[in-house]
């Protein structure tokens, strides 16, 4: 388990490294070079000038990389040009926010999908699998802000059930030492700035979290069925064995393996793909602050902030590979 750990850890650094050179081309491949891009109709010849001095622009190409990964590795992804605050600050002062609700939606998706998958599974041909299918097809093709302004137009403002916007409503005097607003509430017992804080949850979290949901239920069907037919089982069950012992440790254990693919991938694109819910819902998070970069042109943001996730997005990932083992003993022998 540890040499499968050694060598997930080793291929961060090409992955990283090839993402560096990526991003590091791309800003320098814009339409008359960053300075010109970040100036907009400002762009004298002048400002362009002074511009690429200040940014290190106007030195050989090579330099300017190699000067960008030594700061890169000392942990220095420079500063933000709409707050001229250090990027790892900003990033890790929303952070939480964008984790907070990564881990709502993922949890919503996994209490309603794995059940709705397995559901559909057992009855299959039937008519509740023909409804947990077209379920599941909904829930991929809503588009994400539509299905969040409409959550948020009938349990918000019509029906007045949950908050519109924010994280925790400002008339709270909550303390906050992680930024995790309902861990915060739960550990200090403020126990009604924790509930503020998870109902501001629910509406964002259901919209981010509807297509994993979908996603997770087809994938676990799909294990179910494959897994339910397989010798093993159909020999569990000749054996006289109790049915739930072979529902949770033959078919359901099994199945997980390909669910478990699933989630890793969607929570990293949870974690990375949040911009249109933080921003219809004015949720603090890395994803809004993501946003105002790109209209911004705020470079020094938009490089940090997807390297910090890449690296975020192969973490859980390695996660993922070694939770294979602890499921499967098989994973373990190869």
Known sequence: MLRLIGKRLLLLIPTLLGLSILLFAWVRSLPGGPATALLGDRATPEAVARVNAAYGFDKPILEQYLTYMGRLVRGDFGNSLMTNRPVLEEFAERFPATIELSVF??????????????????NVGRWQDNLAVV???????????????????????????????????????????????????????????????????????????TIPLAIIARITRAAVLDVQNADYVRTARAKGLAPGLIRNRFILRNAMLPVLTTLGLQLGLLISGAVLTETVFAFNGIGRFLRDAIFNLDFPVLQGFIILIALLYSLINLVVDVSYGLIDPRVRVQ
């Open 105 to 122: 939606a993922i949890l919503f998706a996994v209490v309603l999908g794995i059940p709705l998958g397995y559901w559909a599974a057992r």
């Open 135 to 209: 379920l599941s097809l909904l829930g991929v093709v809503v588009p994400v802000f539509f299905l969040a302004f409409l959550l948020k137009w009938v349990f918000a403002v019509r029906l007045g059930w949950l908050p519109t916007d924010g994280r925790q409503d400002p008339r709270i005097d909550a303390t906050h030492y992680t930024n995790l607003y309902v861990w915060d509430g739960i550990s200090t017992g403020e126990w009604d700035a924790a509930l503020n804080a998870l109902t501001h949850l629910v509406l964002p979290g259901i919209a981010l979290g």
